[in-house]
């Protein structure tokens, strides 16, 4: 699923490749793709629109487009956003089609078909992104907002950071790498932090979204930028999806797979204590 890493690496793109074109044809071939407006109205509102930027909120996509209008994309699990050529034309799963002028396209699929979008007028947008909370590289994002925001909470700290509310753009992915390097156990209470653990877990929250970004997101099936290069940041994973390996850290430990907040969760037991004691853990072995 696009997480920051990814929605911000295709938000480069559009930047580098596409903006200052024009969309002179629009097709929509999954009409469930459209949120809101009508189709009808989405496709009247798109064509001969100039595009004059590309940002990224949470993990939202937003195409910002001549006269004040946004283009949203939430990308889901599987969304691609394609650019022909370079691109060889797409075949299968597409939802949309723009066409642009000098004649390139811009191509979304998606082979699982939950990618969602909405054209938002400036009030509309405002509305939309208003519940989410802060981006992790703004300034308004510190340890000390991260502790004043949940360290009173006896919320286990895996799905508290997976809240868009929280922090904006954090996902399943990156929030299980976050808590190794944090030295968390993903069902720790937020309220049982130390202020070491805090600052671990701040630290550790835009040193392995960056990374992410460094190496063009991650790829283990779906993902694509715009050129539909996979990214490189699953050469760097030390837990996710590492279940039954040994620990990169050395400690003897074994990665261990559990559900945590309904979501498929991989930690170290030995490096990351559910009561951050370093005393002993009895594992389930079943979730090896």
Request: hydrophobic letters at 35%; aromatic letters at 6%.
């Amino acid at each position: 699923m696009p997480e920051l890493p990814e929605v911000e690496t295709i938000r480069g793109d559009l930047v580098d490749l596409v903006v200052g074109s024009r969309i002179e044809e629009v097709e929509v071939l999954a009409p469930a793709l459209v949120e809101e407006p009508a189709v009808e109205e989405f496709v009247r509102r798109l064509r001969g629109v100039g595009i004059s930027g590309a940002r990224r909120r949470a993990k939202h996509l937003i195409v910002e487009l001549i006269g004040g209008d946004s283009l949203v994309l939430q990308l889901k699990i599987g969304g691609q956003f394609l650019l022909v050529p370079p691109v060889p034309v797409p075949e299968t799963s597409l939802m949309l089609v723009l066409g642009l002028d000098g004649g390139r396209r811009l191509f979304l699929r998606d082979e699982t078909g939950f990618t969602r979008a909405r054209l938002l007028d400036a009030e509309g947008l405002d509305a939309r992104l208003a519940p989410l909370g802060p981006e992790p590289f703004d300034d308004g994002f510190t340890e000390g907002y991260l502790r004043g925001k949940l360290g009173s909470r006896r919320v286990q700290i895996k799905p508290a950071l997976l809240d868009q509310g929280v922090v904006s753009g954090i996902g399943n992915i990156y929030v299980d790498e976050i808590l190794y390097d944090a030295r968390l156990h993903p069902r720790r209470k937020a309220n049982t932090l130390s202020d070491g653990e805090w600052g671990a877990l701040y630290r550790a929250i835009g040193e392995n979204l960056r990374a992410g970004i460094e190496h063009r997101g991650t790829t283990f099936d779906l993902y694509r930028d715009v050129l539909g290069r996979k990214g490189h940041h699953q050469d760097h994973l030390r837990v996710f999806l590492k279940a039954g390996r040994p620990c990169p850290s050395g400690c003897g430990g074994r990665i261990v797979r559990e559900k945590v907040g309904g979501r498929p969760t991989f930690y170290c037991p030995s490096c990351q204590r559910e009561n951050g004691s370093g005393g002993e853990q009895t594992l389930d072995l079943g979730a090896l």
